[in-house]
């Protein structure tokens, strides 16, 4: 029987996200509903994605009994909110990065999971790419020796008139939660198992109060490093390096959500699933990996996924809160 997807939102990931599990196969994932904030929005949502029942609202989603799975795929700022309401109706979920906006809302997510006994997942959708996998097989198979040292960059320039979702404190806005959480993510999946024993971050605030640029080091155990840099003022080369004692690995860009390696050995390219659809993201046919990831879990009666446990979200968002505090970035939801 076909995982029935719930679909949390109507803005452009959920698009993709829907472009991207219909290149699996309809008999293993079928879109069933689409809520959003208004009837009317989810109904034209529902009209041009041809999705068979839409709904006004979160909790009429959350009802219905033929919904095995949700996707997550509003603002930041909602995220913990809806996921409780899908938990507390003994939903699957799939929650878009960040699931939370800080520490204290990730354990109210992970602890309510854990105590319905209901698999919920945050949605780092890089862990699940083919190119991230065979990184970290070859990473296992010592073909760089002692990885030393992971370099992430991750910066674009928002403009003159930058989305209010990046740029607004109410909105959890800003470099740190929006991208920093993949350069923060490669270095914890370069390192699994180590946590930072020292984090080191400057950076800068814009008048709205959220970050524009910060500068990151994580020191690990044994002198292992991660220098990683995030900017929504700048183009970085938005790439990463996993550097071995016998060679490097370069993850090039888009580093995230990669579809090649460049290694010591020479560079293996990756395909994506074909899709006609258009997307608004870059390679966002790759969505569909974490998909199919949940519903392998869902056949295999798991609560929580190997390759992205809870305490794998809770240990980024550690990172990410201290990395706030040193910056002195406060949300609302912080108070």
Not at 168 to 193: C, H, N, Q, R, W
Not at 229 to 245: Q, V
Not at 321 to 331: A, H, K, N, T, W
Request: charged fraction near 20%; include cysteine; proline fraction near 5%.
């Amino acid at each position: 029987m076909a995982t029935r997807w719930g679909i949390c939102g109507a803005g452009r990931i959920a698009h993709d996200f829907i472009a991207a599990v219909r290149t699996l196969p309809s008999t293993e994932h079928q879109i069933l509903a689409v809520a959003a904030r208004s009837l009317d929005r989810a109904q034209q949502f529902a009209t041009g994605h041809s999705i068979p029942k839409a709904y006004g609202s979160y909790e009429d989603l959350a009802k219905d009994p033929n919904v095995d799975a949700v996707y997550v795929g509003t603002v930041h700022t909602t995220h913990v909110d809806i996921a409780v309401l899908m938990i507390e109706h003994m939903k699957a979920v799939l929650c878009e990065k960040p699931i939370g906006v800080n520490l204290k809302e990730v354990r109210r997510l992970t602890s309510l999971a854990r105590e319905k006994n209901t698999f919920l997942m945050e949605g780092l959708w890089s862990r699940f790419f083919p190119a991230w996998i065979e990184l970290e097989n070859r990473i296992k198979s010592g073909a760089i020796g002692d990885v030393r040292l992971v370099m992430a960059n991750f910066g674009f320039n928002v403009g003159s008139d930058p989305p209010e979702r990046l740029i607004k404190s109410e909105l959890a806005g800003g470099a740190v939660l929006d991208i920093g959480i993949y350069a923060v993510t490669v270095a914890s999946f370069v390192f699994p198992g180590l946590k930072p024993e020292k984090i080191v971050a400057a950076g800068n605030l814009l008048e709205t109060g959220v970050d524009e640029q910060v500068g990151i080091t994580l020191v690990y155990p044994g002198g292992k490093l991660a220098n990683l840099c995030i900017s929504l003022g700048a183009d970085l080369p938005r790439d990463a390096f996993i550097i071995g004692s016998k060679g490097t690995i370069k993850i090039p860009f888009p580093f995230w959500c990669p579809t090649k390696l460049e290694t010591p050995s020479g560079d293996v390219e990756f395909s994506l699933p074909e899709s006609d659809a258009s997307f608004n993201f870059v390679n966002s046919a790759g969505l569909c990996y974490q998909a199919a990831e949940v519903r392998k879990c869902l056949v295999a009666g798991q609560k929580e996924c190997d390759r992205m446990p809870l305490s794998e979200t809770e240990s980024v968002m550690e990172i990410l809160d201290e990395i706030r505090r040193q910056i002195g970035l406060v949300y609302p939801q912080d108070m």
